[in-house]
């Protein structure tokens, strides 16, 4: 198996990326690896036609993470990075396939959209937002560099695209995290 490249996502990726995304997000699948919101959430995590609105969008990128298998480039990982102005970008949709987690891709996701987001918006600052009880995740997440600002946002409880919650209680934490 080789290292992994980066692209962006087109829209012929968009049936291989959403099942990468559901798989690592959701159902028994994405139990096999330790950052799955499995737990807390059912139902889909996204669908195809938001992940096509988002490849429409000159402020949002998602980058695939693919590796050489046997000849043939195999998706491994993504992330979407979202211009918000002001020299701030958004991370999200940060997903490793179950099957490759702590191997390292995670890491290198977040530095490739962290290049990516200086590079392509000029960004200074990256933020992300974490369902508040996904406390190992925001460790990780803090030994990137990631740091809590203190601000919560609402999670979309009643909005099904986003997943079907199994407690009223979820909220996001925002982190943040200068880019030099």
């Known amino acids: 198996m080789t290292a ?11 049936p291989a990326l959403h099942r990468l995304i559901e798989s690592a997000y959701r159902g028994d699948s994405a139990k096999s690896g330790w950052t799955h919101e499995a737990d807390l959430l059912g139902g889909q995590r996204t669908d195809e036609a938001e992940l096509l609105d988002i490849l429409a969008d000159a402020s949002r990128v998602i980058l695939l993470a693919e590796v050489d298998a046997n000849g043939e480039r195999l998706l491994t990982g993504c992330v979407q990075v979202a211009d918000q102005g002001e020299g701030l970008a958004y991370l999200g949709l940060l997903t490793v396939d179950p099957t490759r987690q702590a ?4 890491r290198l996701l977040i530095d490739a959209a962290e290049a990516e ?17 996904r406390s190992e995740l925001i460790a990780w997440y803090e030994r990137r560099g990631y740091r809590l600002t203190g ?9 099904e695209r986003f997943g079907l919650p199994q407690t009223r209680e979820l909220e996001f934490v925002v982190m943040e995290k200068a880019l030099g």
């Open 103 to 106: 191997g390292g891709l995670g």
């Open 4 to 14: 992994p490249t980066f692209r962006p996502a087109a829209p012929d990726d968009v």
């Open 151 to 159: 601000e919560t946002r609402p999670f979309p409880l009643d909005d």
């Open 117 to 133: 987001a200086r590079g392509r918006f000029g960004a200074t600052r990256m933020e992300m937002t974490v369902i508040r009880q």
